[in-house]
């Protein structure tokens, strides 16, 4: 499914279904020995997509640890991004000389169930958006995908700035003509080859109930 929003030389994989524990590294299994079995299952899984996904771009199978941050640790010379929720997994990268950074979230395409959870997350601006695209698409959780829109701007903000980017310091604007989205940084953004970085675009992806976002910069 997202490889129609990730074309080549990103390479993805994707999981409906879960696979089994003994799958993990046991470096990875350590760290979630103690988690509950619904954590256990995603993690293991979502590293089960990545090495199947690494395995196209030549790359041996091992251990795929977080870093700082939890964010994860990919082979020297590759960027990528993971996601997984509810019934699905999923993995997209691509090497450093095709992708400086990607990012990818996907949710269930059903509505926040707490309000106050969207005025934490989105701005002023951006609840009025979303009132205008439910009138128009009521059939997307456009509160859903402007949240999972975000997930992926951190994504691909973090391996460039190496420092944390809230919900508050980017304003997203959604297309819904094109399924493309924009955001524009609030804060200052990190130098990408000499140049000041002040806002990324992306596309998503609404199918099999889940809204999918992703976020690309080539080299």
């Not at 490889?3 to 390479?11: N, Q, R, S």
């Not at 409906?16 to 979630?32: C, I, K, N, T, Y």
């Not at 990818?104 to 106050?116: F, H, I, K, M, Q």
Request: net charge negative; charged share 25%; glycine share 6%.
């Amino acid at each position: 499914m997202i490889d129609k929003l990730l074309p080549a030389p990103l390479v993805t994989a994707e999981s409906f279904e879960d696979a089994p524990l003994s799958e993990m590294f046991p470096e990875e299994w350590a760290l979630v020995a103690d988690a509950v079995p619904k954590r256990q299952r995603e993690f293991g899984t979502v590293r089960v997509c990545a090495r199947a996904a690494l395995s196209r771009l030549g790359i041996a199978p091992a251990p795929l640890l977080p870093g700082r941050d939890r964010a994860p640790e990919w082979p020297a010379g590759i960027v990528g991004a993971m996601t997984h929720c509810t019934g699905y997994r999923a993995v997209v990268v691509a090497r450093q000389r095709d992708m400086l950074t990607v990012g990818l979230d996907a949710e269930p395409n059903l509505p926040v169930s707490d309000p106050g959870v969207m005025d934490l997350v989105t701005l002023p601006e951006e609840r009025a958006q979303l009132r205008h695209l439910a009138d128009l698409e009521p059939e997307v959780a456009w509160d859903r995908l402007i949240f999972s829109a975000k997930e992926s701007v951190y994504k691909a903000w973090y391996p460039l700035a190496q420092r944390w980017l809230g919900f508050e310091d980017a304003l997203l604007t959604l297309d819904p003509t094109d399924a493309t989205f924009t955001a524009r940084l609030l804060v200052p953004g990190p130098l990408v080859k000499g140049t000041e970085l002040t806002e990324f675009t992306g596309r998503w992806l609404v199918e099999e109930g889940l809204v999918v976002t992703a976020i690309t910069m080539p080299a």
